[in-house]
T-cell receptor, first 112, second 113 residues
Framework: ELKVEQNPLFLSMQEGKNYTIYCNYS?????LYWYRQDPGKSLESLFV?????AVKQEGRLMASLDTKARLSTLHITAAVHDLSATYFC????????????FGTGTRLTIIP | EAGVVQSPRYKIIEKKQPVAFWCNPI?????LYWYLQNLGQGPELLIR????????DSQLPKDRFSAERLKGVDSTLKIQPAELGDSAVYLC???????????FGPGTRLLVL
């Protein structure tokens, strides 16, 4: 059974600081997704990582994938309040058939 | 482009009552998913459709849950009878053939009393 673990589960950080969210998964996969969820809202796709060594950046967020270590990271640079949300990673456990297994999420709070 | 539409957005029912949720995917998306999201957790897949065929319903509790996707477009998820533990958010998502990203709807928040 595929397990996806994120850490930390809760993160409170000051504006302007940098931090990294980690996503570990238990079985072989080369597809990993990052989503953002605001309170009471649905999930918004941030990144799709499709190969070992993939790196994608959008604004202050950068995601990377190491399939050998079964690890993905979401790095936040110079955090701003608007980035406060819950971030989920999800792993495709069915080799491209899009059966996603989600992590428990990281609730990020940016303090002014 | 319109997103995934779900209704109702909120539903409060008493236990043992039936309830149904409706989803309209993004136009042209042949794959449709229903997820369950408990408070403080990530979504869990209930069922996946390719057009009108349910290709993965292994996580759907078939004793009380049922789903259909007539004509391969809209879908309905039903619970009968509802139990207290069914209180959660039910998310619908869709994707196009060979497209990596799943697009999620706003969800239906169910409260069973």
């Amino acid at each position: 059974e595929l397990k996806v673990e994120q850490n930390p589960l809760f993160l409170s950080m000051q504006e302007g600081k940098n931090y990294t969210i980690y996503c570990n998964y238990s079985t072989t996969s080369d597809r990993l997704y990052w989503y953002r969820q605001d309170p009471g809202k649905s999930l918004e796709s941030l990144f799709v990582l499709l190969s070992n060594g993939a790196v994608k950046q959008e604004g202050r967020l950068m995601a990377s994938l190491d399939t050998k270590a079964r690890l993905s990271t979401l790095h936040i640079t110079a955090a701003v309040h608007d980035l406060s949300a819950t971030y989920f990673c999800a792993v495709d456990s069915n080799f491209g058939n899009e059966k996603l297994t989600f992590g428990t999420g990281t609730r990020l709070t940016i303090i002014p | 482009e319109a997103g995934v539409v779900q209704s109702p957005r909120y539903k409060i029912i008493e236990k043992k009552q039936p309830v149904a949720f409706w989803c309209n995917p993004i136009s042209g998306h042949n794959t449709l998913y229903w997820y369950l999201q408990n408070l403080g957790q990530g979504p869990e897949l209930l069922i996946r459709y390719e057009n009108e065929e349910a290709v993965d319903d292994s996580q759907l509790p078939k004793d009380r849950f049922s789903a259909e996707r007539l004509k391969g477009v809209d879908s309905t998820l039903k619970i009968q009878p509802a139990e207290l533990g069914d209180s959660a958010v039910y998310l619908c998502a869709s994707s196009a053939y060979n497209q990596e990203t799943q697009y999620f709807g706003p969800g239906t928040r169910l409260l069973v009393l």
